[in-house]
């Protein structure tokens, strides 16, 4: 009903008050004129005595009239009262209508718009486990700019997949960065890089299924062949600006939507030792800052194994870097011959786990392993950064014993955090999708104990 027919249907019931009451008032007067009229009349005319009424009858009429207006009063008082009440009631449900109509059609448009719909249930929490804060990851690079979209069903269902064999709880999201040389100043997002969109997609479709994100950026160098990011090496202050502001141009859209999507965990660079190690400290404090003044959470650097020969710059111990990672591809032989599975846990303890605690140590912080990974070939140990099977016999059980050989030691060491597999799928002979391997991480991703 609209407000205006109501409003003045509430005047015209005050208007029927006062006339009620004014008519009321009027007539109870001429009655009591005209009784007081005709009793003179009467004793004018008829002198003798009257025979005497009962008593209380000149009263009885009095209050009889009286009880009548009181009543008229009182319903038109209920009724003006009626007509006030709906007037109320009927401007807030206009009010609640007009509210909706206008502000539904466009929160649905908003929604519509904004967020993009997931296949992925959510998942139920999982159970207790020893260190429970340990990072328990799965790297699952994607090489496209539909990488990590809801229509990349190799994402959608690697994800599920990931859970069900390994009980993964965090994956490591990459994305593709690159310069034409070592010496380019210039630095882009390849072709074969996530898009701003489907990378909040991809992040929107993990946390969906429980994980927790953690983006790095890898860097490529076009040419020469075999070049790649420790190549990187500007040797000029001037130049090494150019490079960093660059670089940070091609990261912050990324940095902004990790942000906003509550990503948990950013790495800020991958194996760029040249420039790790030789450009300006107070370059990379502020590529930290610029990381940290938009993105709260976690901020890593991965370095490469090779960097746990050396003596760390001294800006890998700013307080905003809260841990530096490494890409654990040490080789725990020195020729490609088969080792006795038994023994790889000492070995990978030697060769690896003491050089991790030592850089623990050395920076005042704990470190993770960003990137690992073993072929499923007799040959596993050596040089396991190869993606190539080569000649070597395929045999799984190889992989399944370095494997568990890392995790024996990394998930009893307080220095180190976490260790993501490199990795699940599109990644050569260091898959993990299907493997026996997948069920060495699962042991140990949900143990109780350790």
Not at 279 to 286: E, R, V
Not at 354 to 379: M, N, P, S, W
Not at 389 to 403: E, L, N, T
Request: with cysteine.
């Amino acid at each position: 009903m609209p407000p205006l027919y109501l409003l003045l249907t509430g005047i015209g019931a005050l208007l029927v008050i006062i006339l009620l009451v004014t008519l009321t008032v009027s007539i109870l007067r001429l009655m009591r004129n005209r009784r007081s009229g005709i009793d003179a009349r009467n004793t004018v005319l008829t002198p003798t005595v009257q025979p005497s009424q009962p008593e209380g009858a000149g009263k009885g009429s009095s209050v009889g009239h009286t009880i009548v207006a009181v009543v008229l009063l009182l319903g038109v008082l209920l009724y003006s009262g009626w007509q006030i009440f709906m007037y109320v009631q009927g401007s807030n449900q206009a009010h609640t209508v007009a509210v909706t109509s206008t502000s539904t059609p466009a929160l649905q448009a908003t929604n519509t718009a904004v967020s993009s719909p997931t296949p992925m249930p959510t998942k139920a929490p999982l159970p207790p486990v020893a260190r429970p804060d340990f990072q328990r990851g799965m790297v699952f690079p994607q090489w496209s700019t539909d990488a990590y979209a809801n229509d990349n069903a190799d994402w959608q269902h690697g994800l599920v997949a990931i859970q069900q064999q390994t009980a993964a709880r965090w994956i490591e999201m990459p994305a593709l960065f690159s310069q034409a040389t070592p010496y380019s100043a210039d630095v882009v997002a390849d072709g074969a890089a996530p898009s701003v969109a489907s990378f909040i997609q991809g992040v929107r479709s993990a946390h969906a299924m429980g994980y927790r994100v953690f983006f790095t950026v890898l860097l490529g160098v076009k040419s020469p062949p075999e070049s790649w990011a420790a190549d990187v090496e500007l040797s000029t202050y001037q130049a090494q600006q150019a490079w960093f502001a660059s670089y940070w141009a091609a990261l912050k859209p990324y940095v902004q939507a990790a942000a906003e999507e509550k990503v948990e965990q950013v790495s800020i660079g991958t194996e760029i030792e040249w420039m790790q190690q030789n450009a300006s400290p107070d370059l990379w404090n502020t590529l930290i800052a610029q990381v940290h003044s938009i993105f709260s959470g976690t901020i890593v650097y991965d370095m490469n194994w090779s960097s746990l020969y050396l003596t760390l710059p001294s800006w890998m111990e700013n307080k905003n870097l809260n841990m530096v990672g490494v890409s654990t591809y040490v080789p725990l032989v020195s020729s490609p011959v088969e080792v006795d599975p038994s023994s790889i846990p000492a070995l990978w303890k030697e060769k690896i786990g003491t050089y991790l605690d030592a850089v623990a140590h050395q920076l005042g912080k704990k470190v993770l392993i960003t990137e690992i990974g073993y072929r499923d070939t007799v040959d596993t140990l050596y040089n396991p950064w190869s993606q190539v099977a080569g000649s070597a016999a395929v045999d799984p059980a190889y992989q399944s014993a370095a494997c568990d050989a890392a995790l024996s030691n990394v998930m009893t060491d307080p220095n180190v955090d976490g260790i993501f597999f490199w990795g699940w799928d599109n990644v050569g002979a260091l898959k993990l999708a299907n493997q026996p391997a997948a069920k060495v991480l699962h042991k140990w991703y949900t143990a109780q104990k350790l």
